[in-house]
C-alpha cells in the first residue's frame, strides 16, 4: 500500500526554525511530484510548496518565499520542508501530497491525489 507519512511537527517560537519529513512507501522520487499543504483551523487548505520529480524544479508560495525550502534524498525515499524564520500565521497542521505527475508544479489540492495524516506546526509569538 502507497503511503505518505510526515513528521518533524511541533512547537516553536516565532524566528525559529522545523524541517517537516515526508517519507514514501513504495514509490520513488522519480514517479511523483511532491507538494507541502497546511491547513489552520477555520481556514482552507494552503499550498505551500512543491518540487517536480526529474530536475527537482521547485515552486513556493508567496507567503513562504524566502523562509521555507523543499528538498528530496532519494536514497531515503524522503523528503523535506526546511522552514526557517517562523511566525505565528505558519500555525496550521502541514500535509505533504503526491501527484502522478512527475513534472507537476502545482499549489493546488486538486492536482494531488495521495495524503499523507499531517504533522502538526505551531508557532508561538
Known amino acids: 500500500e502507497v503511503q505518505l507519512v510526515e513528521s518533524g511537527g511541533g512547537l516553536v517560537q516565532a524566528g525559529g526554525s522545523l524541517r517537516l519529513s515526508c517519507a514514501a512507501s513504495?514509490?520513488?522520487?522519480?514517479?511523483?511530484?511532491i507538494g507541502w499543504f497546511r491547513q489552520a483551523p477555520g481556514k482552507e487548505r494552503e499550498g505551500v510548496s512543491c518540487?517536480?520529480?526529474?530536475?527537482?524544479?521547485?515552486y513556493y508560495a508567496d507567503s513562504v518565499k524566502g523562509r521555507f525550502t523543499i528538498s528530496r534524498d532519494d536514497a531515503k525515499n524522503t523528503w523535506y520542508l526546511h522552514m526557517n524564520s517562523l511566525k505565528p500565521e505558519d500555525t496550521a497542521k502541514y500535509y505533504c501530497?503526491?501527484?502522478?505527475?512527475?513534472?507537476?508544479?502545482?499549489?493546488?489540492?486538486?492536482?494531488?491525489?495521495?495524503w499523507g495524516q499531517g504533522t502538526q506546526v505551531t508557532v508561538s509569538s
Open positions: 513504495v514509490f520513488t522520487s522519480d514517479d511523483y511530484a
Open positions: 518540487i517536480s520529480s526529474g530536475h527537482g524544479n521547485t
Open positions: 501530497a503526491a501527484a502522478n505527475h512527475p513534472e507537476l508544479l502545482s499549489l493546488n489540492a486538486i492536482d494531488f491525489h495521495l
